[in-house]
C-alpha cells in the first residue's frame, strides 16, 4: 500500500465533506422542525368542527331526556359519551393549537326542547350520522396521531346511532 501525504491533496478530505454534510442535513431537519412546529396556521383547527358537533349532540340528548323521561335511559349514556368526544378533542386542540383556546372553551350550545320523543331520536340519530361521516373525513386527512381520534370519534357515532334504532 501506498502511503498518500494529506497535506498534498488539494481541498479538505472526503471525511471532512461527509461530516459537513451530514451536519448540514442534521440543521436543517432542526431548523424545519423548530419553524413547523412554532408555526401556528391561520383559521380554525380541523378538529373544531367535530368538537361543535359533539357538544351540540350532548345538550340535545340532555334536553330530549329532561324533556321525555322514557328517553332518559338511551340519552344520558349518549350525552355521555358526546361530552367526552368534546372533552377529548377540546384537549387535543389546546395542546396543538394554544391560540383556540377561546374557541374551545366557550361554552356549549343551548338547544331547545324537541317536539316529541320521535322527533327527538330522529334529530339525533341523523346528527350523529353526519358527526361519523364528518369525522371519518377528517381523519382521512389529517395527522396520524388525530387519525385515532376521530376514527374513534366516528366508531363510536355509529354504534350510538345504532343503539338509538
Request: glycine content about 8%; aromatic content about 2%.
Amino acid at each position: 500500500m501506498v502511503a498518500v501525504d494529506e497535506e498534498a491533496r488539494p481541498g479538505p478530505s472526503r471525511r471532512t465533506v461527509l461530516q459537513g454534510a451530514g451536519l448540514l442535513v442534521a440543521l436543517t431537519g432542526v431548523a424545519g422542525l423548530g419553524a413547523a412546529g412554532c408555526a401556528s396556521p391561520e383559521g380554525p383547527d380541523e378538529l373544531e368542527g367535530p368538537l361543535t358537533a359533539a357538544r351540540s349532540d350532548a345538550a340535545a340528548a340532555s334536553a330530549a331526556a329532561a324533556a321525555f323521561p322514557e328517553l332518559a335511559a338511551r340519552m344520558a349514556p349518549l350525552a355521555d359519551a358526546r361530552r367526552a368526544h368534546a372533552d377529548a378533542l377540546a384537549a387535543e386542540i389546546r395542546r396543538a393549537r394554544p391560540d383556540r383556546a377561546p374557541a374551545v372553551d366557550a361554552p356549549p350550545p343551548t338547544v331547545p326542547a324537541p317536539a316529541s320523543a320521535a322527533a327527538a331520536v330522529r334529530a339525533l340519530r341523523g346528527s350523529l350520522e353526519s358527526a361519523r361521516q364528518a369525522a371519518g373525513t377528517v381523519a382521512l386527512t389529517t395527522a396520524s396521531y388525530r387519525c385515532g381520534l376521530l376514527a374513534s370519534v366516528a366508531a363510536s357515532c355509529a354504534g350510538l346511532g345504532v343503539v338509538l334504532a
